[in-house]
Each structure stands twice: as C-alpha cells, then as structure tokens.
C-alpha cells in the first residue's frame, strides 16, 4: 500500500496556475525601451549678482534657439529640423530621431535684468548669464 498517492485535482490547479503567474517576471523580455522625445534639460545656479543657466540643447543650430525674458520668467524654445535627403533606391526603415519644436520655461526669485542678460552656445550647450535687477531683492517688513 505504500505505492498508492491520494489525487489532489486542486493541487494540479494550483500549481498550474502559479507557473502561469510568475513565468512573465522570469523569462527574458525581448520589449524595446521606450524612446522619449528631446527635452531641454538645464543646471541652474545663484549667486549674489545673478544667475548662471547651462542648457543642454543638442542638434539644433544657434540661429533655431529663442530665449525670452519676462521679469523673473525665462523661456528657451529650439527647433530641430530634418535635413531633406531622399534617395530613390532607398526607404526609411526605422526613424527613431526627434524633428520638431523643444520649450523649456521656468521662474527665478528675482527679476532679471533683460538688458544685461547674456546668452552663448556652443557645441550643444547653451549658457546664459542673468544679472538680478538692482533694487528687486527681498525686504523684511518690520510689523508694528
């Protein structure tokens, strides 16, 4: 009687149903990684006098890039253009490079001044120096 096992169909199902579920999360995924579309990415730092931003803007020639100061918000757009070329003999299989329009805005503490501010780039990255407008630095209101 010792070769004689009690048939469990549940266990079966179980078992079954477990293989199932952590089989995705163990096999190889052949899934490519999503591509995400250009984004102007910047470092920003202070200091007494002013503002330093350092934009990373690559591909896009310096004649594409605006940059707008409004008070204390600054704006930076760039448009990267597709060079034209068709061949005849030739079709385009897979096209994974961004063509199009970048915008980039955000706010500063204080106001900048607009006629001072100074902009430069260079392979691909776009620096701009932002003197504060005088007299626009905070104030502590006594309260009486």
């Not at 707008?68 to 385009?92: F, L, P, Q, Y």
């Not at 897979?94 to 500063?108: I, K, P």
């Amino acid at each position: 009687m010792s070769n004689l096992m009690r048939h469990e169909p549940f266990d079966e199902l179980f078992e079954d149903v477990m293989k199932g579920w952590f089989r995705p999360w163990f096999r190889p995924q052949r899934r490519e990684p999503a591509l995400q579309p250009m984004q102007i990415t910047l470092d920003l730092t202070e200091n007494d006098r002013g503002y330093h931003v350092r934009a990373e803007i690559p591909g896009v020639k310096k004649e594409d890039i605006g940059i707008t100061v409004d008070g204390n918000r600054v704006s930076i757009s760039a448009e990267i253009r597709k060079e034209k070329e068709e061949k005849k003999d030739e079709k385009v299989l897979r096209s994974e490079c961004y063509y199009g329009r970048v915008y980039r805005s955000f706010t500063l503490d204080q106001d900048v001044d607009e006629g001072k501010a100074e902009a430069k780039y260079r392979d691909g990255v776009l620096e701009l120096t932002l003197p504060k407008k005088s007299g626009a630095g905070r104030r502590r209101v006594a309260i009486q």
